[in-house]
């Protein structure tokens, strides 16, 4: 278990026994009270190996840009969906200009059946007192996608001032933790060498 004291781990190994943690639980769902505790010591042993400079890493948000494939999480908006619904593979998407100022962030659940996708998009920008944090503003829709085209359902009104900052962060992977307590676990699903 990774204590973030000592000589111990380098961050890749220890994002490999994250990773190895959470691998079979359905994206959270299938989670103990004590593997959860277990997932929450290896995030906080990561922050402390990325907070004392033990580990390479993007010092700004721009490390963030690029497609990402959601391993874990804690967010119970997340799982319930997963529970009752066929999920295939969650994704984020995060688009920052070339100076990192500002963009767009969508997350997205594809199902494995129909070509339904449940889609969630809004402005991004980095936290002017967190360099690696982005605030953003979440529109909820429903999108069916089938045979080339595209249905929009809106789902409710956007959630404003959300935050997500990186706890730990490299060019493959991300640990993520957001304002309301959740902790996300992430590996680059795109092959973007310049993130």
């Known amino acids: 278990m990774i204590r973030g004291r000592g000589a111990g781990p380098s961050g890749a190994s220890a994002f490999r026994e994250l990773a190895a ?7 959270g769902t299938r989670t103990s009270k004590d593997l959860a505790q277990q997932v929450e010591e290896c995030v906080d042993g990561l922050a402390l190996l990325q907070a004392r400079g033990t580990t390479p890493g993007p010092s700004s948000c721009t490390g963030l840009a690029g497609t990402w494939r959601l391993l874990y999480t804690s967010e119970a ?6 529970r009752g619904l066929p999920v295939q593979v969650v994704l984020q998407t995060v688009e920052l200009s070339a100076d990192g100022r500002a963009g767009t962030v969508t997350n997205r659940m594809e199902f494995s059946v129909l070509g339904a996708a449940i889609e969630s998009a ?5 936290a002017p007192d967190a360099p690696r944090r982005l605030v953003y503003t979440a529109d909820s829709r429903l ?3 089938a045979l080339g085209g595209r249905l929009q359902l ?14 730990y962060l490299e060019r493959a992977c991300r640990v993520m933790r957001n304002s309301r307590g959740d902790t996300i676990v992430l590996e680059r699903a795109d092959d973007d060498d310049d993130a």
């Open 77 to 82: 908006s997340v799982q319930s969906i997963v």
């Open 122 to 126: 809004g402005p991004v920008e980095p």
């Open 21 to 27: 943690l959470v691998d079979g639980s359905e994206f």
């Open 143 to 145: 999108a069916f996608e």
């Open 154 to 167: 809106s789902m409710g009104p956007p959630t404003r001032g959300l935050w997500s900052g990186a706890v």
